[in-house]
């Protein structure tokens, strides 16, 4: 499968108010396979704005698609993208395998699973920007204006900003989040990081965090697994960027030879072969190695 189209469970909301829901992605071809064979310069949340730029081709009726828009796009949508992305390039079932975390038992849990069968819960508000009242015993004696908070959901670019942090100092990740999503509280704009840590309790914090996620689009990448070998069951967190860039990472050495036997059988030129999808790539090795093989019997 080339291309797919769909729905963002959130949307892109451009200066107009417009929301632009429909998306067409296409599938990785050997351009996007160089970039991540070294992509080892990018931060993973970087590399996800670049790969997308590269294969989204349309959000709505925009296009092209610049890295400015995908990192404006809402975590979540990212997410579902790349789900999409690796759709069309792999098809939908994905196999990847665990380790059962129970400590007498470590062994290997095979999970196979389809794209479809991922919860997706989107967004009933489109926002952009969404107003909430913090709880009278989290703020106090403070009058309900007082205790008026808007806020944006985080999107692309802060995720690149927050994410080198947050193995780092977590807490330090999440005000810094914080000082660039909310935009007012009470009577205060211009909200940053030193407003946040002086202007709300820990407390308020964290009912603005549940907050921002129950208004905000959802992709389910916690799974459920039974582990055959103890029986156990146990909840794991689906690294979505770890697994998708380690199974489309190619060692630029094989991508380099892959090219090489095709451009030396076919003439085909560097820029035509990388532009194929890996399965088209390969599908012609494949084709070239039956055929050798069949000259070479035939001596």
Not at 1 to 21: F, I, K, N, S
Not at 127 to 139: F, N, V
Not at 176 to 198: K, M, P
Not at 232 to 252: I, K, N, Q, W
Request: aromatic content about 8%; hydrophobic content about 40%; some cysteine.
């Amino acid at each position: 499968m080339d291309t797919m189209a769909g729905l963002l469970p959130g949307g892109y909301v451009d200066q107009g108010g417009e929301v632009h829901r429909e998306f067409e992605v296409k599938s990785l071809t050997g351009r996007e396979e160089e970039l991540l064979a070294a992509g080892r310069q990018y931060e993973s949340a970087s590399l996800v704005t670049v790969v997308l730029s590269r294969c989204v081709q349309r959000i709505g009726a925009i296009r092209p698609v610049s890295e400015t828009l995908v990192r404006n796009l809402l975590i979540a949508d990212r997410q579902y993208l790349l789900l999409k992305l690796r759709e069309a390039t792999f098809g939908e079932q994905i196999r990847a395998n665990i380790f059962c975390p129970w400590s007498e038992c470590g062994q290997r849990v095979a999970i196979n699973f389809a794209v479809k069968d991922i919860p997706i819960r989107e967004s009933e508000d489109k926002g952009p920007a969404y107003t909430m009242t913090l709880s009278p015993e989290i703020s106090g004696a403070f009058g309900e204006e007082e205790r008026q908070i808007t806020f944006r959901l985080p999107n692309g670019e802060d995720q690149e900003i927050i994410s080198p942090l947050i193995t780092e100092n977590e807490a330090l990740a999440l005000t810094r989040l914080f000082g660039r999503c909310i935009q007012r509280i009470g009577r205060l704009t211009n909200i940053g990081e030193e407003t946040v840590l002086t202007q709300l309790t820990p407390a308020a914090r964290l009912e603005i965090e549940q907050h921002m996620e129950k208004v905000a689009p959802r992709v389910e990448l916690t799974m459920d697994i039974n582990c055959h070998e103890c029986g156990r069951d146990f909840a794991v967190p689906f690294d979505l960027h770890r697994f998708f860039f380690g199974e489309m990472r190619t060692s630029r050495d094989l991508l380099y030879r892959e090219v090489h036997y095709l451009a030396y059988h076919y003439h085909w030129s560097e820029r035509e072969i990388l532009e194929m999808t890996r399965d088209k790539r390969r599908r012609y090795i494949d084709v070239l190695a039956d055929e050798i093989e069949r000259l070479n019997n035939a001596v």
